[in-house]
């Protein structure tokens, strides 16, 4: 077990990374991702450049990292390994989402959607973001074949994984325009749930990461 110290060293650590984000994600909506400096932000959340860029190595990081990535492979690997592959990936997707809805950010579940349409609209609106976001894409697609086994030294299967992470992702991608859009008027998971079921059928989208109906 890890020990007292280390634990709050790690809390204070994710403290700040929040702190630091959320005053970046408010600058960069008031005044411009591009019209804002790293240097803006370090001062508006009260710390030096230098540590901004231990939490955010690049810019376009203050606006795209979260807990996505980690959360979606831990849910995939409480799965079936009976469930087709979109059904295992769809509902971890679903799960992630809910779970940074309600306290990816902190407590309150409506400022965390806010927080989340924010840093979507910057994306879309973005040229730099669009670009840092098909990288993240990349890496997350690669976390669900991590996670599915399917770079495990199997062609078929790693090509099986490949092309069920990149359809439920193009899926999803859908799912957070369209959500942003609609400005947050329905929830996210629904959302999410909707887009994999028009590319998949009901059949695909259950109701967690354990499989239970």
Request: with cysteine.
């Amino acid at each position: 077990m890890p020990d007292r110290n280390s634990t709050l060293r790690e809390r204070r650590r994710v403290e700040t990374q929040r702190m630091i984000q959320a005053h970046a994600v408010r600058l960069f909506v008031e005044r411009g991702y591009d019209a804002t400096t790293v240097t803006e932000v370090a001062e508006a959340a009260g710390v030096s450049p230098m540590t901004v860029y231990r939490h955010f190595p690049t810019k376009e990081d203050l606006v795209l990292v979260d807990q996505n990535k980690q959360l979606v492979a831990e849910r995939i690997v409480a799965t079936s390994t009976d469930q087709p592959l979109v059904r295992r990936i769809g509902d971890a997707l679903i799960d992630s989402a809910a779970t940074l809805v309600s306290r990816g950010y902190g407590n309150d579940p409506e400022e965390n959607t806010q927080f989340l349409l924010a840093r979507l609209r910057l994306m879309i609106s973005t040229p730099a973001l669009r670009a840092k976001h098909l990288d993240n894409n990349y890496a997350l697609q690669q976390a669900i074949v991590d996670a599915l086994g399917g770079d495990a030294g199997d062609d078929d299967i790693a090509f099986n994984a490949h092309a069920a992470a990149s359809a439920c992702l193009a899926a999803m991608h859908t799912a957070l325009v369209r959500w942003a859009e609609d400005d947050g008027q329905t929830e996210l998971p629904d959302m999410i749930a909707k887009a994999l079921t028009a590319a998949f059928g009901d059949e695909v989208v259950g109701t967690g990461a354990d499989g239970q109906e």
